[in-house]
């Protein structure tokens, strides 16, 4: 069982930079795919981004790609995800998630373990 938990939302003005953290405990974190999904109000969750287990690959989607960025270390179980040049449309509930299979997946359901969400809002 994988224990995951974000830290680091806030808000900030179009334009600006927020970096989150998620910290997981509770298994091996070097065997799992990371990666952070968000949702917004009305909207279905969607992917972000994902790293393979060794941060060896990192995957985007394209609405980020370019200003998002994510890294993992393995030495203290923890993921990052930087974000760049924020836009009001990033505004979203962002959550850490571990995927058991070691190929990387963009679609939420592909994802075993979840954190409780960190908001992240950007005001133009």
């Known amino acids: 069982q994988v224990q995951l938990g974000e830290s680091g939302g806030g808000m900030v003005q179009a334009g600006g930079s927020l970096r989150l953290s998620c910290a997981a405990s509770g298994g091996t974190f070097s065997s799992v795919v990371m990666g952070w999904l968000r949702q917004a109000p009305g909207k279905e969750r969607e992917f972000v981004a994902a790293i393979t287990r060794n941060g060896g690959s990192t995957y985007y989607a394209d609405s980020v790609k370019g200003r998002f960025t994510i890294s993992r270390d393995n030495a203290v179980n923890t993921v990052y995800l930087q974000m760049n040049s924020l836009k009001p449309e990033d505004t979203a509930v962002y959550y850490c998630?571990?995927?058991?299979?070691?190929?990387?997946?963009?679609?939420?359901?592909?994802?075993?373990?979840w954190g409780q969400g960190t908001q992240v809002t950007v005001s133009s």
């Open positions: 998630s571990a995927r058991l299979s070691p190929i990387v997946r963009d679609t939420p359901q592909a994802y075993q373990y």
